[in-house]
């Protein structure tokens, strides 16, 4: 098992950057993390993955060039640095963990944060 915390959101400008962390308590090394958002009236939306030695990620079109995702196994955190932010950016980010190698569907992860609200204004 897993346990995750999200932190980091806030309310940014247009063209900013941020970093989302995502601390970790358990087994975080045996887990491929994922970062999912969502935004009001919208379903929640893949945006990127990492495995669990972190040589391997895979992103969303939406946000891919912009956004990198990194963990720490020592640190047992996950990193989400979002670069070049627009308000379509606008959600609740959250991290998961999966037992998978590798994930875009989110039913197939097993572990979430409780997410953190990244606000971009124009």
């Known amino acids: 098992q897993v346990q995750l915390v999200e932190s980091g959101g806030g309310l940014v400008q247009a063209g900013d950057s941020l970093r989302l962390s995502c601390a970790a308590s358990g087994s975080f090394s045996s887990y491929a993390m994922g970062w999912f958002r969502q935004a009001p009236g919208k379903a929640r939306e893949f945006v990127g993955v990492?495995?669990?030695?972190?040589?391997?990620?895979n992103y969303a079109d939406a946000v891919k060039g912009r956004f990198t995702i990194s963990r720490d196994n020592a640190k047992n955190t996950l990193y989400l640095q979002m670069n070049s932010l627009k308000p379509a950016d606008t959600a609740v980010y959250y991290c998961?963990?999966?037992?998978?190698?590798?994930?875009?569907?989110?039913?197939?992860?097993?572990?979430w944060g409780q997410g953190t609200q990244v606000t971009v204004s124009s």
């Open positions: 990492i495995t669990r030695s972190g040589g391997s990620t």
């Open positions: 998961a963990a999966t037992s998978a190698l590798i994930a875009v569907n989110a039913g197939l992860y097993a572990y």
